[in-house]
């Protein structure tokens, strides 16, 4: 079984900064690639930054120049890095991780995983 667990969300007010971190945890042999998604009220899930293995990046538009994707591999750790953060950054904000090869019950398996989600609240 593999587990995502996020932390690092909170009240902060605007032009402050936060640091995400999402480890994953089980018996892992390799991440393929590892990302921030977010989910403001009344709108859709989405994507905020990714990162591959190794690490190429891509972002949103809304966050390019702000936020820093990063991983480390040996610890199975996303971290979102988030400044000059905005109320219309208040959201709702998951780590996924994607093709996760893990062994468990004498078998190996690979799959996608999402985090239980923290909340970011700027205010203005």
């Known amino acids: 079984q593999v587990q995502l667990v996020e932390s690092g969300g909170g009240l902060v007010q605007a032009v402050g900064s936060l640091r995400l971190s999402c480890a994953a945890s089980?018996?892992?042999?390799?991440?393929?690639?590892m990302g921030w998604y977010r989910q403001a009220p009344g709108k859709q899930r989405e994507l905020v930054a990714h990162?591959?293995?190794?690490?190429?990046?891509n972002y949103a538009d809304s966050v390019k120049g702000r936020f820093t994707i990063s991983r480390d591999n040996a610890k199975n750790t996303v971290y979102l890095q988030m400044n000059s953060l905005k109320p219309e950054d208040t959201a709702v904000y998951y780590c996924?991780?994607?093709?996760?090869?893990?062994?468990?019950?004498?078998?190996?398996?690979?799959?996608?995983?999402w985090g239980q989600g923290t909340q970011v609240t700027v205010s203005s």
């Open positions: 996924k991780a994607d093709g996760v090869t893990y062994y468990s019950g004498s078998q190996w398996y690979t799959g996608d995983y």
């Open positions: 089980g018996m892992i042999f390799t991440i393929n690639a």
């Open positions: 990162i591959a293995n190794p690490g190429s990046t």
